[in-house]
Nanobody, 117 residues
Framework: QVQLVESGGGLVLTGGSLRLSCAAS????????MGWARQAPGEEKIFVASIGWNDNSTRYADSVKGRFTMSRANAKDTVYLQMNSLKPEDTATYYC??????????WGQGTQVTVSS
């Protein structure tokens, strides 16, 4: 089972940027499709972005397209979420996840992102 630890959250003004990181440990990172989801207070956890293992293909929620970019560094067992042009509605706890066709998703503990207007 893979363990995930997120970092990089914080408080930022509207229009600002943050880069989230998610480091994997416990077993090899390879073979896992990775993603990010977020959960605002009182709301359900929703998909934000994902990246494929075999072709690095990315998918994004419509609400973040053109502003967020997900990437992975397999040699470092780490994925990133570059968030630009942040808006107050991006405020949430961001969770990293890992999954394969047969296992997961496995979740990290989350990192808080707060965008102040």
């Amino acid at each position: 089972q893979v363990q995930l630890v997120e970092s990089g959250g914080g408080l930022v003004l509207t229009g600002g940027s943050l880069r989230l990181s998610c480091a994997a440990s416990g077993r090899t990172f390879s073979g896992y499709n990775m993603g990010w989801a977020r959960q605002a207070p009182g709301e359900e956890k929703i998909f934000v972005a994902s990246i494929g293992w075999n072709d690095n293909s990315t998918r994004y929620a419509d609400s973040v397209k053109g502003r967020f970019t997900m990437s992975r560094a397999n040699a470092k067992d780490t994925v990133y979420l570059q968030m630009n042009s942040l808006k107050p509605e991006d405020t949430a706890t961001y969770y990293c996840y890992a999954r394969t066709a047969l296992s997961g998703p496995y979740w990290g503990q989350g990192t808080q992102v707060t965008v102040s207007s």
